[in-house]
């Protein structure tokens, strides 16, 4: 763990899952992976951003939050407070970044403006890098 100068809580970094970022990366179809991982927020983000890119804002919307919730759910196993760096630059991260950064793009496609601020504050809130990345 590194040493945090500011005081405030460390960064917190999710587990890998190989055999599950193996088979994405294989170009195994994400439903398939989905079905033997379902807590793996990479998959979810996957058919997240699938599923806007063709037009299925509602779709993208429900994939986004179930990953959103499967890693606040990894975040916390991981010893998350709510609060903290989420770094993009620790990969297993970034299913988890990617599922929020597209919860708030199907939210604002359906006005729900709200939450899509919300959304990205969290993301900023959590590594700019990531926010700079998925914008």
């Given amino acids: 763990m590194t040493q945090n100068l500011l005081g405030g809580p460390p960064p917190t970094h999710l587990p ?4 599950a970022a193996g088979m ?3 170009g195994i179809d994400p439903y398939e992976v989905a079905a033997k991982f379902p807590s793996y927020p990479a998959v979810w983000a996957e058919l997240a951003e699938r599923a806007f890119a063709r037009g299925g804002v509602i779709d993208c ?5 179930t990953g959103y919730h499967r890693g606040l759910d990894a975040l916390r196993r991981s010893g998350w407070k709510g609060h ?4 993009w630059s620790h990969e297993p991260n970034r299913g988890f970044l990617r599922a929020l950064a597209a919860l708030g793009r199907a939210a604002a496609a359906i006005g729900e403006e709200e939450e899509a601020q919300r959304c990205r504050t969290f993301l900023r ?3 700019a890098e990531a926010a700079d990345a998925l914008a």
């Fill in 24 to 26: 994405l990366s294989d």
């Fill in 16 to 19: 890998d899952v190989p055999e």
């Fill in 84 to 87: 903290g760096p989420i770094p």
């Fill in 125 to 127: 809130d959590s590594s």
């Fill in 61 to 65: 919307y429900a994939y986004a939050r």
